[in-house]
């Protein structure tokens, strides 16, 4: 099983950038994808962006061109940098795993003005 802590998220304002974090433990990403997921209020769980260890992403239409997703292996650490953030980006957004039936807690991310 992998342990997954996100931070990074925060309150900002239309326009505006947030860097995501997704940090794991136990037995670490390996040669996962990391997959990272968001939440909207009253709304299901969606896919938003992946990166293999290779460094494939892929990323749904929405986000495609203000999102971008990377990783840093040796560190175990994956990462999500959001630009130019609209309201409908406001999510708790997480991060897995495939296959991983553990989630850790998500981080809020609020944009509003």
């Known amino acids: 099983q992998v342990q997954l802590v996100e931070s990074g998220g925060g309150l900002v304002q239309p326009g505006e950038s947030l860097r995501l974090s997704c940090a794991a433990s136990?037995?670490?990403?390996?040669?996962?994808?990391i997959r990272w997921y968001r939440r909207a209020p009253g709304k299901q769980r969606e896919l938003v962006a992946t990166?293999?260890?290779?460094?494939?992403?892929y990323y749904i239409d929405s986000v495609k061109g203000r999102f971008t997703t990377s990783r840093d292996n040796a560190k175990n650490t994956g990462y999500l940098q959001m630009n130019s953030l609209k309201p409908e980006d406001t999510a708790v957004y997480y991060c897995?795993?495939?296959?991983?039936?553990?989630w850790g807690q998500g981080t809020q991310v609020t944009v509003s003005s």
């Open positions: 897995n795993v495939p296959n991983n039936s553990h």
């Open positions: 990166i293999s260890y290779g460094g494939r992403t």
């Open positions: 136990g037995s670490g990403f390996g040669k996962n994808d």
